[in-house]
């Protein structure tokens, strides 16, 4: 931990007095929040969501015969603005929430320094995002949002709380959360980011069974703070471990936060419910503007893609409507806006010994759930799926995305509140694409 980090957590004061005080604040009439739901390995979009005309559909089945979906077990769709379209069948809830237009699709949006085509891409003198096809590169590129640069510190949640952060002024608890250990989508160059854990674990007192092994190793922590005066760099380790004690007590208090919203037993389900009960006690920390990260692995389906897609796709869609239904609950629905990021998405043509699985690709779809979306429809434009068509990038069924991740965080962190005038600030590459926000929110 580095002088900077000390400060930035030292910047967020303890509880002390006030604690019951802030325990009866009301909710900010403004407050909202932006959840990230990350699908890591790779989230084969060609399943996600399938064409359902005579056309699109038979090019579909054509190109991957062993893990192509029947078309009666689809579960189909009508977007408002034309097309028919139909999900995994193991996304139950996720079809109910587009057709009573809670949720929306995001076609063929992926990594991009700027925008391209197939062709261009496979011209081989086009400028790229780099590393295309790794999974630890592209990982960070779709939360860095840096296309040119493996080295980015700061993530796009981080870097739009720093421009947000007078809305959090009086907050006593970090602007951006992750569920999901330590990420640089949550760091900003002012934010320090805040760790909740899944399943209620405290990061400073220890998660025993007995109150009274933690009550004493918080005490012992105490006797370790010094006491004030002392040199700079003491001084910035009393506050960043001062506020990191307040801090942890609030999290106790918010991990007992009630929601009657019954969630999974997984753990996406759970990563949702934490971040549910953080912003059910939003009068509690004082913030009017949050952002969260979670995450769901697995999706690296090299083989065994159609069993391995049937859990996660079950989990997703469960997770994803016990969180819609508990920001019902917390009246907050309209305030609330939760997508998924992928780093990349799955080749059309199946891959493997057995023709079970895919390789990694490029452009995929993504969900957009809330109140405040304009749901029931598909945005961007969805790709032909045919091998080595105008869209693939290569022989395979890789699409040069039509969207870039840089307008589809545009269009979310303007919602927060950023300025036009700041969106550059946050996202660097967005200075390389005309339409800088898209229209689902």
């Known amino acids: 931990m580095d002088r900077r980090r000390f400060l930035q957590l030292g910047a967020f004061t303890a509880l002390g007095a006030g604690f019951g005080t802030l325990m009866q604040r009301a909710a900010a009439a403004d407050y909202r929040a932006a959840v990230c739901v990350f699908l890591a390995g790779g989230c084969d979009s060609n399943n996600l969501i399938v064409p359902n005309d005579n056309a699109g559909y038979n090019a579909y089945a054509t190109a991957r015969p062993p893990l192509a979906i029947a078309r009666n077990q689809l579960l189909p769709i009508s977007p408002v603005s034309g097309g028919a379209y139909g999900f995994h069948p193991q996304l139950t809830e996720v079809q109910q929430l587009f057709t009573q237009g809670r949720l929306a699709v995001l076609a063929n949006v992926g990594t991009l320094a700027m925008p ?15 590393n295309l096809l790794s999974h630890l590169d592209q990982q960070n590129q779709w939360v860095m949002l840096d296309p040119n640069s493996l080295t980015t510190a700061t993530g796009w949640g981080g870097r739009t709380a720093d421009l947000l952060h007078t809305a959090n002024a009086s907050a006593q608890f970090p602007a951006a959360v992750s569920v999901s250990g330590s990420n640089v989508f949550c760091d900003g160059a002012l934010t320090a980011a805040g760790v909740m854990d899944a399943y209620g674990g405290s990061g400073i007192a220890g998660n025993n069974s007995s109150w009274t092994v933690d009550q004493a190793r918080m005490a012992a922590l105490r006797q370790l703070v010094p006491a004030p005066g002392g040199a700079q760099l003491e001084g910035a380790y009393t506050d960043a471990l001062t506020a990191a004690i307040g801090q942890d007590q609030l999290l106790q208090a918010i991990y007992a936060t009630q929601i009657n919203t019954p969630f999974p037993d997984t753990y996406l389900g759970q990563e949702l ?6 912003i059910g006690a939003r009068g509690m920390t004082g913030a009017s503007r949050q952002l969260f990260y979670v995450d769901i692995g697995s999706f690296d389906t090299h083989a065994e893609q159609a069993g391995t897609l049937q859990d996660l796709f079950t989990q997703l869609s469960q997770a994803l409507a016990a969180f819609n239904a508990a920001t019902i609950e917390l009246g907050v629905d309209h305030n609330v806006v939760t997508f998924t990021h992928s780093e990349f998405s799955r080749t059309l043509a ?17 969900l957009i759930m809330g109140g405040a979306v304009h749901g029931g429809d598909l945005y961007g434009t969805f790709p032909q799926l045919v091998l080595s068509g105008p869209d693939d990038a290569s022989d395979e069924g890789r699409w040069a995305p039509s969207t870039s991740v840089d307008q589809y965080a545009a269009t979310i962190a303007s919602w927060l509140g950023v300025a036009d005038n700041d969106l550059q600030t946050a996202l660097p590459n967005l200075v390389n694409f005309t339409q800088k926000k898209l229209t689902f929110l």
């Open 273 to 278: 419910y934490r971040v549910a009960q953080m």
């Open 116 to 130: 391209t085509t197939a062709a261009q891409a496979k011209s081989g003198n086009w400028p790229l995002p780099v």
């Open 350 to 366: 199946p891959a493997g010994n057995n023709g079970d699985g895919t390789d990694h690709a490029w452009g995929g779809h993504s």
